[in-house]
C-alpha cells in the first residue's frame, strides 16, 4: 500500500495553476509537482493547510492506495 491524493484534479477544478497553489501554501512549485505525482507525502501540517484551502478534508484528498 501507499499514499494517492487526488491533488491535480482538485487544483484544476479550483482553476489554480502549480505555482499558484504553491504560493498559497508557501511552497515551492517543485513540492506540488512532487505531491501530485506520488513521489511525495507531505506533512501533516500541508496537508492540513492543503485541505483547508480546498475546503475538504484531509482524507478525501489524501488516501492509501494498492
Known sequence: MFM?????RLRKEAGMRQE???K???VTR???IAIENDKY???LELAMKMAELL???V???FF???
Open 20 to 22: 499558484d497553489l504553491a
Open 30 to 32: 517543485q513540492t506540488i
Open 64 to 66: 492509501l492506495g494498492d
Open 55 to 57: 475546503g475538504l478534508h
Open 4 to 8: 494517492k491524493n487526488i491533488v491535480k
Open 59 to 61: 482524507d478525501e484528498i
Open 41 to 43: 507525502n507531505p506533512t
Open 24 to 26: 498559497e501554501l508557501g
